[in-house]
């Protein structure tokens, strides 16, 4: 199977929004991937669902709850430091690279997504992501 690690912005978009980024959401809830995350990841999709779109704090842990379930958890340590200043980026590659993850799936045109592959983890968009997982 697959192994993915989904980042917090696919996390965010498919749980808040329609399109691809959803549909890769329902795909990893139906266990259809093996995702890869961790409490860093996770902590940031709770706290930006709670801050940025007012979802209620019971209802997104109840939801980080359940993708805490379905997922393989690995505790990055912040040894990775490829983008400067450290960048909390680097611990969701940290994340991929522990979990040795196929893809790290994210929008992140900024930082994560220029590197390509980092450690045999190729860097993709979820379009490619889910292209893939279609095949």
Known sequence: M?????????????I????VPAEIVQLAMKQKFQVVTSDFILEEVER?????????????RNLIYRISQIADMYQPKG???IIPNDNPD???????????????VTGDRG??????VFR???????S???STLKR
């Open 2 to 14: 697959v192994k993915a690690c989904i980042d917090t912005n696919v996390w965010l978009s498919g």
């Open 16 to 19: 808040i929004f329609a399109g």
């Open 48 to 60: 930006n669902l709670v801050q940025k779109f007012d979802v209620p704090t019971k209802k997104a």
């Open 79 to 81: 040894t990775v430091s």
């Open 90 to 104: 680097n611990l969701v590659l940290e994340t991929a690279w522990i979990g040795r993850a196929k893809y790290l």
């Open 111 to 116: 930082h994560l997504l220029p590197i390509k």
């Open 120 to 126: 045999n983890t190729k860097i993709v968009t979820p």
């Open 128 to 130: 490619y992501f889910l």
